[in-house]
Nanobody, 125 residues
Framework: VQLQASGGGLVQAGDSLKLSCAASGRTFSSWTMGWFRQTPGKEREFVAAIFRSVGRSYYSDSVKGRFTITRDNAKNTVYLQMNNLKPEDTAVYYC???????????????????WGQGTLVTVSS
């Protein structure tokens, strides 16, 4: 399984950005997909996740109402639409995947088996 994240960049506060994560594999629709972010010196932080085929999504409190995670199973791609970006959203964003994620572990990085390479999002004030 390979994950390829893209879409990061430099934006101003209040702007929007859409991240994409393309996945290899024929059973993408059965995986739980997640987005995490990390800044230097800090632990990787849960951002959002969308469960396999059912499509139920979860968000961290810090992004709820501003970010939306979606998936296109036909394209093996998961997206993170980020609106009203804030300087504190600045981080490297990683997509993650797991074929057997348990709901109670959704927010835990070590629950995911597969990771993309990360894409940098910088929000200027």
């Amino acid at each position: 399984v390979q994950l390829q994240a893209s879409g990061g960049g430099l934006v101003q506060a209040g702007d929007s950005l859409k991240l994409s994560c393309a996945a290899s594999g024929r059973t993408f629709s059965s995986w739980t997909m997640g987005w995490f972010r990390q800044t230097p010196g800090k632990e990787r932080e849960f951002v959002a996740a969308i469960f396999r085929s059912v499509g139920r999504s979860y968000y961290s409190d810090s992004v709820k109402g501003r970010f939306t995670i979606t998936r296109d199973n036909a394209k093996n791609t998961v997206y993170l639409q980020m609106n009203n970006l804030k300087p504190e959203d600045t981080a490297v964003y990683y997509c993650a995947a797991d074929p057997n994620l348990i709901l109670s572990t959704t927010r835990k990085p070590n629950a995911y088996d597969y990771w993309g390479q990360g894409t940098l999002v910088t929000v200027s004030s």
